[in-house]
């Protein structure tokens, strides 16, 4: 993705929890934007929608999957040398579905939170890693 610095990009995330309390993540296809990294399933936010919306489209697009409920885990802001983004992160435990390649993705693993520091992601990524860490340590509800 080519963009000026003054371009933001705004993204919905979610990191997506089965039963086993592991994690669904998919790699980046090489030719676009971080290729090779892994990332939480979701997308770009489109100018006519929320970015709830765009969880939801997202999520099915990309893997499948039909979001039946979600917490919000607030908003990181990054600046790469490209561009900003501005992430929108949500925690999905109820879906309908099973997880499946949609796109261009070249990979697609359910992993335990533990083992997410064995995976290269892009920076504000780690972010929305700590947050959901800090609140499942610290809360106990996720």
Not at 81 to 91: A, F, P, R, T
């Amino acid at each position: 993705m080519v963009a000026s610095p003054e371009a933001v990009i705004k993204v919905s995330v979610a990191i997506i929890t089965d039963r086993q309390k592991r994690i669904l993540i998919t790699q980046r296809a090489a030719h676009i934007s971080h290729g090779g990294f892994w990332e939480f399933p979701g997308g770009k936010v489109e100018s006519y929608e929320p970015p709830e919306i765009a969880l939801l489209r997202e999520v099915r697009e990309e893997v499948g999957l039909d979001v039946v409920s979600y917490r919000y885990l607030g908003e990181v802001h990054h600046r790469y040398d490209e561009y900003q983004v501005i992430l929108y992160g949500y925690h999905v435990q109820k879906y309908g579905g099973e997880a499946s390649i949609c796109e261009s993705q070249t990979g697609l693993c359910w992993v335990y939170l533990n083992e997410l520091e064995n995976y290269n992601f892009p920076l504000a990524n780690k972010e929305l890693i700590r947050r959901y860490t800090f609140l499942k340590t610290n809360e106990n509800i996720i």
